[in-house]
């Protein structure tokens, strides 16, 4: 089996990456990349393996967010107590839009979707008292989990890889259980999965759900990380964001969303510094994507190991 293909060889690269981040970008850049990848894995989920294109997810985000960050600022509650709060309201709030948005397909299940988030990010726009508003919702504090102290940046960096790792770990075990094939079934053909028996309506629900909870759980990390939750993070804009990082990264894979985050955040991050107009080498990328690559990075990544396969094959061939 080829390098790049190997699991085992994916899982040591992904690990070197986790431990040599932070030796390269800044611990809060580098926070920010495990969890806009934690985010992109939900949206995965939906996009790249139920067939569902969401441009809600940062209802999902933000509403999270908003809620673990008002507990965390105003009662105190325990760092992971936030977490598992965020989960829940990710959730339950996946469940509720989910469930209306399901009953439709194709693009009337996109535009609900976006309606939605559009409704949410009002709704916390007029909620001063508790959102804030425009300014966001500031003061949310990193309470310490066992006695560490998650103010200092690299320890929660390495809070925050140890849950993008276990996110990753269950996201695998979820795309390879019968529950992941029925929703590969269901985005290679919907009528004949429901013919076979498939509750589809059901299962499209459920994804969504499990999608909102990785969204709940990436909205509550970024709250505890930048120490407010900004009215943007319910916005249409960065629901955007993470499709884009999605395909560009390679939908349908389960390094995609991972490898379009480190492009994605870096050059939001980096770039940006640089050349104001950054956004135009996204706007190329997006491109070549969907003209050439479909896959994303992935498939770029498999063409290119194919090739080099292939060339050495000849190169090492015996001349008679």
């Not at 959102?131 to 929660?156: C, H, Q, S, W």
């Not at 993008?164 to 259980?177: H, V």
Request: glycine share 12%; aromatic share 14%.
């Amino acid at each position: 089996m080829g390098f790049l293909t190997s699991m085992k060889h994916q899982t040591a690269l992904l690990l070197a990456a986790v431990i040599l981040l932070p030796f390269f970008v800044r611990d809060a850049l580098a926070s920010e990349i495990w969890i806009f990848a934690i985010f992109g894995l939900g949206l995965n989920l939906l996009l790249g393996y139920t067939g569902l294109l969401s441009f809600g997810q940062s209802t999902f985000f933000g509403s999270a967010a908003y809620a673990a960050g008002w507990l965390l600022k105003v009662h105190g509650i325990n760092a992971l107590a936030g977490l598992g709060l965020g989960v829940l309201v990710g959730a339950a709030a996946a469940a509720l839009v989910g469930y209306l948005c399901v009953q439709r397909s194709g693009l009337y299940f996109i535009m609900l979707t976006f309606a939605m988030n559009q409704m949410c990010y009002f709704i916390a726009y007029q909620w001063t008292s508790v959102t804030g508003g425009e300014d966001g919702m500031p003061g949310i504090p990193r309470p310490a989990v066992f006695g560490i102290d998650f103010k200092d940046p690299l320890n929660y960096y390495v809070f925050v890889s140890v849950v993008f790792l276990a996110s990753l770990w269950i996201m695998k075990r979820i795309i390879e259980s019968p529950l992941g094939k029925i929703l590969m079934a269901i985005r290679e053909n919907e009528v004949r999965a429901e013919a076979v028996g498939y509750n589809v309506p059901r299962f499209k629900l459920l994804a969504f759900v499990i999608g909102g909870a990785y969204s709940g759980l990436a909205g509550v990390l970024y709250a505890m990380l930048f120490g407010i939750v900004p009215l943007e993070a319910i916005g249409f804009v960065f629901s955007g964001n993470v499709v884009f990082a999605t395909l560009i990264g390679g939908s349908g894979s389960l390094y995609g969303p991972i490898i379009g985050s480190v492009v994605f955040i870096w050059l939001s991050e980096s770039v940006s510094t640089l050349w104001a107009r950054w956004p135009l080498l996204l706007g190329v990328a997006f491109v070549i994507v969907v003209l050439f690559l479909r896959g994303g990075l992935v498939e770029a990544g498999a063409r290119l190991a194919s090739w080099w396969k292939k060339s050495r094959w000849q190169f090492s061939k015996p001349t008679s």
